[in-house]
Antibody
Framework: QVQLQGSGPGLVKPSQALSLTCTVS??????????WSWIRQHPGKGLEWIGY???????YYNPSLKSRVTISVDTSKNQFSLQLASVTAADTAVYYC?????????????????WGQGTTVTVSS | EIVLTQSPATLSLSPGERATLSCRAR??????LAWYQQKPGQAPRLLIY???NRAAGIPARFSGSGSGTDFTLTISSLEPEDFAVYYC?????????FGGGTKVEIK
């Protein structure tokens, strides 16, 4: 049973960088069909996809955040991480990590089937 | 970016009633569509993938249909634990996008 555990500071000062890590347990991050995603949810709002990384290091970011986002992977630790630069109050949100399953050979999409518990990040001085 | 529009925004129903939720895409997403349920204070949970396939452990009262631009999530008979917010999500084009959500509330 794969589980995801997000971790990181709950409070970040404006203009600083937000840094979160997601640890994968019960399975390998280096699996062919999985893309490791970050999603956020502003208070009382819907879901916003930030980006994902493949175990090889390939990434895709949401263009709305691309200039400030870096997602990285550490296969030796079975972890992937999010860095968001130059945060403002508008980046206050719950940040989720999730496993997105897509079979590139068959083109079959299995959805985001495993989610972390969510990390609440507040941007405030 | 593919915009997903969910309707209605809120659905007020009683336990035992049938719920029909709509998700419309501005351009075709083929069958690359998933549905999620989210309860307060919890992470979303995958219900349906590939437009019509139930995820592991999801009760049979949940069903999905559609392809292209029009999709439907149906809950055949609402149980008390089904009152929540439901989101659709597409993976046809980058960036991945979610609909704005439909809240199913107790009438």
């Amino acid at each position: 049973q794969v589980q995801l555990q997000g971790s990181g500071p709950g409070l970040v000062k404006p203009s600083q960088a937000l840094s979160l890590t997601c640890t994968v347990s019960g399975g390998s991050i280096s699996s062919d069909d999985y893309y490791w995603s970050w999603i956020r949810q502003h208070p009382g709002k819907g879901l916003e996809w930030i980006g994902y990384i493949y175990y090889s290091g390939s990434t895709y970011y949401n263009p709305s955040l691309k200039s400030r986002v870096t997602i990285s992977v550490d296969t030796s630790k079975n972890q992937f991480s999010l860095q968001l630069a130059s945060v403002t109050a508008a980046d206050t949100a719950v940040y989720y990590c999730a496993r997105d399953r897509y079979d590139i050979l068959t083109g079959y999409y299995y959805g985001m089937d495993v989610w972390g518990q969510g990390t609440t990040v507040t941007v405030s001085s | 970016e593919i915009v997903l529009t969910q309707s209605p925004a809120t659905l007020s129903l009683s336990p035992g009633e049938r719920a029909t939720l709509s998700c419309r895409a501005r351009q075709s997403v083929s069958r690359y569509l998933a549905w999620y349920q989210q309860k307060p204070g919890q992470a979303p949970r995958l219900l349906i993938y590939d437009a019509s396939n139930r995820a592991a452990g999801i009760p049979a009262r949940f069903s999905g249909s559609g392809s292209g631009t029009d999709f439907t999530l149906t809950i055949s008979s609402l149980e008390p634990e089904d009152f929540a917010v439901y989101y659709c999500q597409q993976r046809s084009n980058w960036p991945l996008t979610f609909g704005g959500g439909t809240k199913v509330e107790i009438k």
